[in-house]
């Protein structure tokens, strides 16, 4: 028993490692997180592994998976892609406690597909976002339907990022100025940093 814990141990460790440390950290550089991962993974995994035996397992299993989807709305909030690395590092320590396998081999070519995938797609899905900027804008001649091309011009000029649309958020008449936002594309969510830092 002592030997089967120590071994599922290792292989969940070793490919939680690769996770967080490899694919997880080079990204996102936020420690306060690997830590809260390793802890998660290695808590689920003792407990999934030491109540393995009480045939709860996978609605157990499900009830953890459960519990985990509801931190997501009752805590402070959590940037949607450190959820999935989250969510991964749960996963790992469910299936290696839980998993009633014999073949260790399908066991690790699990874990590897799991890895891989996350690796290809942090990788090499190389999307841009759409950010924006709230902007208190001046010029009110210019946030005139016809002067859009003019609009975007200016605050092309002003912001130094390349705008490519403008949404007019409410306009200020008696203090002459408009609430804008400015949208352009970026390869980093520049507007979710924005959001939490305020």
Sequence with gaps: MIELFALRFLINLFFTFLVIRFIYYPQYKNKDFVFTFFLFN???????????????????AFGLFAMFSMFRYRTVTVPIGEMGY?????????????ASLENYAMLILAN??????????????????????????????LVKPD???ALLQDLIEKTGQPIHRVQVVKVDYQRGVAQLKAYYYSKDNE????????
């Design 42 to 60: 290695s808590i689920l995994f003792v407990l999934c592994f030491l109540l393995a035996a009480a045939d709860l397992k996978f609605g157990f």
């Design 112 to 141: 590897s597909l799991l890895v891989g995938v996350t690796f290809l797609l942090g990788r090499f899905l190389t999307l841009t976002h759409e950010n924006f900027q709230v902007l208190t804008y001046e010029n009110l001649a």
């Design 191 to 198: 507007t979710f940093s924005a959001d939490a830092e305020a």
């Design 86 to 98: 989250f969510f991964l590092v749960v996963t790992l320590g469910i299936i290696n406690s839980i």
């Design 147 to 149: 002067q859009k091309a």
